[in-house]
């Protein structure tokens, strides 16, 4: 059913931010980091947040204070490495990932972004965010589901969609191209050729 779909979160950390240690639920204090923690435990939907010193966290890893950005192409490779096996597995672990990030963050992760994830993404600016995550708290999670299908992601920059549709390609972003013979199962395989060897062992849910 609609309703009981494997559901994960993935949004960013906040530039505000606890001055000591605290589980990160606690640890980030930002207006946009409060209410996506709030309609992901409304709906009963799991949740990571993309550090940019921790790579990938729970919302019960303890945090220490720390200020570290994603800005440069090198800060994306960064923090990538430090989580692309985990990215791997979360994805197949979960049927549905809504995903709340800005454009360097989003970047950590698109080499698992295809049609099960929906990227929230708004040109307004961060006060549209706040609408639609406040309208999203006052409907069920099959409804909150159902809204958020509009953000499904198109698996080919070259695919027939609405302009307005978030649309990636792994494939196409790695090759000079304009046509495409997108596989996800052949891509996995080539993101775990970088995943070093001693990493690979590592549970997800080991931090």
């Not at 996800?184 to 395989?189: A, C, G, L, M, W």
């Amino acid at each position: 059913m609609e309703g009981l779909r494997k559901t994960l979160v993935i949004n960013g950390c906040s530039q505000g931010k606890l001055s000591q240690p605290a589980p990160a639920r606690e640890f980030y204090t930002g207006q946009l980091f409060r209410m996506v923690r709030k309609f992901s435990e409304l709906h009963k939907f799991d949740q990571r947040i993309v550090s940019g010193k921790y790579g990938l966290l729970t919302m019960d890893d303890l945090v220490d204070p720390y200020d570290m950005r994603i800005r440069t192409k090198a800060d994306v490779k960064r923090v990538q490495d430090k989580c692309l096996y985990r990215l791997v597995e979360l994805h197949k672990a979960y049927d549905t990932i809504i995903v709340i990030l800005g454009k360097k963050y989003r970047e950590v992760i698109s080499p698992i972004l295809d049609s099960k994830c929906h990227v929230i993404f708004s040109k307004k600016g961060i006060f549209a965010y706040y609408t639609l995550l406040a309208q999203l708290n006052q409907t069920s999670r099959t409804q909150a589901l159902k809204d958020l299908s509009k953000f499904r992601v198109a698996e080919c920059a070259y695919s027939e969609v609405e302009n307005d549709l978030p649309r990636t390609c792994f494939f196409c972003h790695s090759r000079s191209k304009n046509n495409c013979d997108w596989n996800f199962e052949s891509q996995t395989h080539k993101l775990q050729s970088r995943i070093p060897t001693h990493i690979k062992t590592t549970s997800e849910e080991e931090f």
